[in-house]
């Protein structure tokens, strides 16, 4: 996002190396030891996971076996420990199991509740080191940009900081006060998709750092609205922190058996399993809803691998045809194109200028993003398929390139530089 951070930025890669870097304890024998299978289970994966075989002690490894690939690992581990073991309930045997039955699983249950554990606190605590420098005054303008439209925003966040919420101020989230506490506050759904005060909405699909669980002092309050693995928010994040305790609200079970590790943080492979909890449930509705209502659509910093918001990105043209706007802006990395451009002319003597900057524009495309969902949704939207880049009004890695049709703005300089050169293009572009 561009924002100012005093260390390393809470990106996949920086985020899988903290966890990897510092290990989970327990006790034997009255020492205490390393639980070492996060890094286990890495190393495996790096020597043997097809799609990054060959990049095996490649310092760029971390952002291709990432924290929600070990988390759903240790997820199937779990769940195969557990369908083992005799006198297990039945209703707790994944039925995949029947099938590999006698696999010796050299893994001790406190180490993968432990694991868990520490992917899921490592998150948060990257996430809040974040999100505790945004209040500088070197990040005015991200705050600028989501202040300066006055017909609001709906905000989806995939990520877990509040920087949005810090931005805007004013704002609608579901969340409201409870009249006998006032230490957290409940969702409510009809606050959020009312919104009364025709707010800006804030949604936090996969989780936020100021979530936890209840406290109430009565076990038995709001039993009969709420479910026990609701989600509360918090004023700050010590407090959420030190309220959730580590827990990872581990046992509970997807339909086919899988034992999901749901919480203030939704991670994993399996998300779609896991946000069957408020605000989660609520808030995937709202942006279906949305969606289905808005023609302009901004997307920043997206990698494409949640195949059910890709989906509903895809149902664009369906629902609103050539009256769709589209902003894309990600981050390149600038020197290596720079490089590729300016030596080109003399590794590539018979290809001409454009043809060359469009090459080097659907290589580095299948780079950044390292999947086809990205392209996919590109080529929709700007309704090619072959030679995509020769459809743009021009090709840049810093101004905005709009694609023949004008139903796609992309942006590959980044975020600051698009709403700081041209966020004023931007808003217009959507119809704001």
């Not at 004008?406 to 980044?414: A, D, E, H, N």
Request: hydrophobic share 35%.
């Amino acid at each position: 996002m561009d924002l100012y951070v005093e260390g390393n930025s809470p990106s996949t890669k920086n985020i899988t190396l903290s966890m990897l870097q510092t290990k989970p304890k327990k006790f034997v024998d009255g020492a205490e030891v390393d639980v070492n299978l996060i890094e286990n289970i890495y190393n495996q994966l790096c020597a043997s996971y097809r799609p990054i075989a060959l990049d095996y002690n490649n310092s760029d490894s971390a952002g291709k076996v990432h924290f929600e690939i070990l988390l759903h690992i240790i997820e199937e581990l779990t769940t195969y420990y557990w369908s083992i073991q005799q006198g297990t309930s039945q209703r707790y045997v994944a039925p995949f199991s029947n099938f590999i039955q006698g696999v010796n699983v050299n893994f001790e249950i406190y180490d993968l509740y432990a694991s868990s554990r520490h992917i899921i606190q490592k998150i948060r605590e990257t996430v809040n080191r974040y999100d505790a420098h945004f209040p500088r005054t070197e990040n005015d303008w991200y705050r600028h940009f989501w202040k300066e439209n006055e017909n609001g925003w709906d905000v989806f966040n995939l990520n877990y900081d509040t920087t949005i919420e810090q931005s805007l101020g004013v704002y609608e989230d579901g969340y409201e006060p409870i009249a006998d506490q006032e230490e957290f506050q409940r969702f409510n759904i009809n606050k959020l998709i009312l919104n009364k005060r025709n707010l800006s909405t804030v949604n936090h699909i996969h989780g936020c750092i100021l979530y936890g669980p209840d406290r109430y002092y009565d076990p038995n309050h709001d039993v009969y609205e709420y479910e026990s693995n609701d989600i509360y928010k918090w004023p700050n994040y010590q407090t959420a922190s030190d309220r959730w305790g580590g827990q990872t609200r581990g046992g509970n079970r997807a339909q086919n058996g899988l034992e999901i590790v749901q919480g203030p943080i939704i991670t994993g492979l399996s998300k779609t399993d896991k946000i069957t909890c408020l605000p989660y449930d609520i808030y995937r509705y709202n942006f279906n809803r949305r969606i289905m209502k808005n023609r302009g659509l901004l997307i920043v910093g997206y990698s494409f691998g949640d195949k059910y918001i890709n989906n509903m990105f895809y149902r664009m043209s369906q629902i609103h045809g050539d009256d769709k706007r589209v902003v894309l802006i990600d981050f390149w990395n600038m020197q290596t194109i720079y490089e590729e451009l300016h030596r080109g002319p003399k590794d590539h003597p018979n290809v001409s200028d454009d043809d060359l900057t469009a090459r080097l524009f659907e290589q580095h495309f299948a780079q950044e993003y390292g999947n086809v969902e990205a392209l996919m949704f590109v080529k929709r939207v700007a309704h090619h398929d072959l030679d995509i880049w020769n459809h743009f009004d021009c090709l840049s890695l810093t101004a905005p390139m709009v694609s023949d049709n004008g139903q796609l703005m992309l942006f590959i300089g980044g975020f600051k530089t698009a709403v700081t050169q041209y966020g004023n293009r931007i808003q217009e572009f959507l119809g704001l």
